[in-house]
Each structure stands twice: as C-alpha cells, then as structure tokens.
C-alpha cells in the first residue's frame, strides 16, 4: 500500500513509519517539524506542510494523486495540555483546522481510510480505574477537546462521505523499538525523570495524596512499538466491510504509578536518586487506565511490552542519543 503519515517524523509517528517500512509499504511522511526530526524517516518522501495552513488542502490533493496515497494515518497534532489551557484557540486552528484540511483532500481523492491518533485525554477525569470505550468523554483541557472533536469528524465524513476510519485513544506512550527514534521531548513523566537525572536533579512527584495503593497516580504506561503495532491492525481492520466500532483504547489494561515507575528506572538505571515531593498537578486523574477488551477482541491485538521493557528500551536509547 502507499501510506501518507502526517506527523510522521514525530517519535511515536517514526515508529508507526519504521514499521510500515519493514512491512514492504511505500510511506510518505507529512511534516511540519516543529517537533520531528526528518532523520527518524529513512528512505520515505518528506513534505515539509503545516496542515493548517490555508493552502494545505490543495498541496494534500495533489501529494495524494502523486504519490497514489491508498491510506492515511493522521499523528500531526499539538500535544502539550499545559499549552493547550494557555493557547486555547491556536489548538483548535491547529489540531481541529489542519485534520478538516486533510479529511477533505481525503473526500476529494477518494482515498477512504484514515487511522487517527486520538488520546485518553478525551476521558478527562473518569470515576473508574479503568475506562472502556462507551465510558462519556469529558475532555478537561482544549488538547482532549480537540481529540475528541476528530473523533467527531471522522464520525460525520463516515456518514457523509462513506470513510473508514479507526481512532486510536493512546494512554501513556513511552519507550523507544530503536534506539535512534527515542523521545527527545520532555513532555511526559520517564523522560522528564531521565532530563532529570542527567542534569543532577532529584525528580519531582506531583502529588502523593491520592486514593491509590501508595498515593501517587497511576496510569497505563504502554509501548511505543506496541503502539505502533495496533496502527497498522488497524489498516487491516479497515480493508473488512463489516466493522462493528470505530474507536478503541491503546494500553496494557495495567496500571502503574508515579512511584512504580520511579522504581523501575532506578533499577534500570542503577542511580539510587532522591525524589522532590510536591503538591498535586491541576487536572491530573488519580487513575487513568484503558480497558483493552475492545481492541483485542476486535482488532486481535495486545500490548506485548511490559513496564520493565519500556523504561529500559526508553534509558539504553537515551544513552545511545547523548
Ligand atoms: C503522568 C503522571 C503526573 C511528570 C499525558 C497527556 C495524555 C497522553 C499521555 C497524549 C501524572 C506525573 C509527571 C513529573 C510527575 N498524551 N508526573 N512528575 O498527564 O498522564 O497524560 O500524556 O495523548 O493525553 O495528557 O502524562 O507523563 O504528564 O504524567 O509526578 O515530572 O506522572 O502527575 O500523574 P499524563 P504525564
């Protein structure tokens, strides 16, 4: 198949492309590289395009019809909930306008399969440890608002259109399945912890006073190359004419805290370090794990990385980087 990745120099989206490499498929890669690195591609065609831009949909149709695009996988997006409560109105340019760009290049080229990276953001605050698919979405901060709106669009051009779509809602995304596509953001909690550790500073936990087994969160910390994995399922799911849903959960369906974690990257790393405690972080759940019912019974897919797997694939591709 000929694959368009948008966000595809990303570290989760250079992965997604790795594997479809492998998997004999022609990919072309859709960048804006605020944040990828074109080097994480290989051989694949890179366009340098800001989706939202106002031209965006005529260079996408005609990219689509070079390149004789059969599938999308759509990954381009601001990430950043911090940013997005600051921001609110760029997210929503950015993320909402740059997926209604490509959906209608996707309507005018007749290309009706898209696989969109959707988040458990859009869960907001659940009352459940672990969520399942049908749980309401009450998205707490624009970033899982506007997730949660692209999963409404690609609802409407389903209907409208006759799109094929899967939305993909990531729980906790860490590691690296190379050790040149490591995360070199700090973003999110393990490589926050390595910046740490590699600048001589103890890491900070947001909050120990949570009705969890040792007061600290606990999130479903899934694998990248796991992550991966469940995208290209889903583009075979999508060749089958009769699909009974559209969204599933990526994880592990297991929960792991702040001090667990913290605990394995000490064995990993065999640096005994000190740990800031301090007050909670504003929106953060208590828990926030996926059920994996869904996606494993329908797409036949499960993670098969655990948290041990994912903090030492995560530190040996850090050393490999620094
Ligand atoms: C994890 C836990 C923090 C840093 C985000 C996005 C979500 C999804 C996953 C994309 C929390 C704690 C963190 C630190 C800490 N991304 N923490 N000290 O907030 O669960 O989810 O990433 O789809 O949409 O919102 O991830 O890695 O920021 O935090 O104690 O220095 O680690 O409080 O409990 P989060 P995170």
């Not at 997210?91 to 988040?119: P, W």
């Not at 969890?212 to 399922?233: K, M, N, Q, S």
């Not at 019974?297 to 993670?303: M, P």
Request: with cysteine; net charge negative; hydrophobic share 40%.
């Amino acid at each position: 198949m000929s694959i368009l990745v948008t966000g595809g120099a990303g570290y989760i989206g250079s992965h997604v492309v790795r594997l479809l490499q492998e998997k004999g498929h022609r990919v072309t890669v859709i960048d804006n590289l605020s944040s990828g690195y074109s080097g994480r591609i290989g051989a694949a065609k890179l366009v340098e395009l800001d989706l939202a831009a106002e031209a965006a949909t005529a260079t996408l149709v005609e990219l689509i019809k070079s390149e004789s695009i059969t599938s999308v996988i759509h990954l381009a997006a601001r990430k950043q909930v911090g940013e997005s409560v600051t921001k609110p109105e760029w997210y929503f340019e950015q993320n909402i306008g740059g997926m209604a760009h490509l959906l209608e290049a996707m309507r005018q080229t007749k290309v009706d399969k898209l696989v969109f990276s959707s988040s458990a953001a859009t869960y907001g605050m659940p009352d459940t440890d672990f969520v399942n698919e049908d749980f309401e979405c009450k998205p707490i901060n624009p970033y899982g608002q506007t997730k949660l709106i692209g999963e409404w669009m690609t609802a409407n051009a389903a209907r409208a259109w006759g799109l094929r779509a899967v939305n993909l809602r990531y729980f906790n995304v860490a590691g690296a399945g190379w050790p040149e596509l490591a995360d070199t953001a700090t973003m999110n909690l393990v490589p926050i912890v390595f910046a740490a550790l590699d600048a001589g500073k103890s890491p900070v936990v947001f909050g120990t006073d949570y009705d969890t087994a040792d007061g600290t969160c606990v999130r479903d910390y899934v694998h990248v190359l796991d992550l991966a994995e469940a995208h290209v399922t889903s583009l075979d799911y999508l060749d089958r004419d009769t699909r009974d849903h559209s969204t599933f959960n990526v994880g592990t369906g297991k929960g792991a805290s702040v001090f667990e974690v913290l605990a394995e990257i000490k064995r990993v790393t065999k640096i005994d370090f000190e740990i800031d405690l301090q007050p909670r972080r504003p929106g953060d759940p208590p828990y926030l794990c996926a059920d994996v019912s869904r996606i494993k019974g329908h797409l036949g897919w499960t993670a098969k990385r655990d948290l041990a797997e994912i903090i030492e694939s995560a530190w040996s591709a850090r050393q490999a980087s620094s």
